[in-house]
């Protein structure tokens, strides 16, 4: 069965809540036959990074840059992933109060270098999420899980 992976950096109730739309929108039952799978981005391995058929990527934006956990996750699987992954569809979602665009240049910089697909806009939050981010959240989820349904 293909496998969506959600590699996340989840430090407050703000990135919680985004992270848990995503969530909802890609296990959402009209999305059949995907597998679901979620893991930190401190913890998430580069096998598991391997196996995914395809991803979406949560992070805060921190001092001007995507969080070190996120970096982290790409740190330890870069080079595994580079060329055996290229065309994978992914996602991306961001949660900052300042300013993001560090964040979303570092995401792209990496997704790029790997060929993957950028199959849904990013979704950029600024404070409390409102109801109308929560629901790009979910599509988010839902964008990507679909692209992988048989
Ligand atoms: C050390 C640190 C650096 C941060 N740097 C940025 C930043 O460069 N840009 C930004 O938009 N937010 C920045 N933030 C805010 C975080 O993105 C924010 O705390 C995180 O998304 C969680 O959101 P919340 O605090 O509203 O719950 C920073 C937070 C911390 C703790």
């Known amino acids: 069965m293909p496998r969506l992976l959600i590699v996340h950096h989840?430090?407050?109730?703000?990135?919680?809540?985004?992270?848990?739309?995503?969530?909802?929108?890609?296990?959402d039952p009209d999305i059949e036959g995907v597998e679901v799978i979620r893991r930190p981005?401190?913890?998430?391995?580069?096998?598991?990074?391997?196996?995914?058929?395809?991803?979406?990527?949560?992070?805060?934006?921190?001092?001007?840059?995507?969080?070190?956990?996120?970096?982290?996750?790409?740190?330890c699987a870069y080079y595994q992933l580079l060329d055996s992954t290229r065309g994978r569809p992914f996602g991306v979602y961001i949660h900052g109060n300042e300013g993001t665009e560090g964040a979303e240049r570092g995401l792209a910089a990496i997704t790029t270098g790997l060929g993957w697909a950028q199959v849904a806009e990013?979704?950029?939050?600024?404070?409390?999420?409102?109801?109308?981010?929560?629901?790009?959240?979910?599509?988010?989820?839902?964008?990507v899980a679909a692209q992988l349904m048989g």
């Open 41 to 75: 981005a401190l913890t998430v391995s580069p096998v598991e990074m391997l196996e995914a058929d395809g991803y979406v990527l949560g992070t805060p934006a921190n001092l001007g840059y995507l969080s070190g956990a996120m970096k982290h996750a790409f740190d």
């Open 10 to 27: 989840t430090p407050s109730p703000h990135c919680q809540e985004m992270f848990e739309a995503v969530v909802a929108g890609a296990t």
């Open 122 to 143: 990013t979704v950029v939050v600024m404070g409390k999420p409102t109801r109308a981010d929560v629901e790009a959240c979910w599509n988010l989820g839902a964008t």
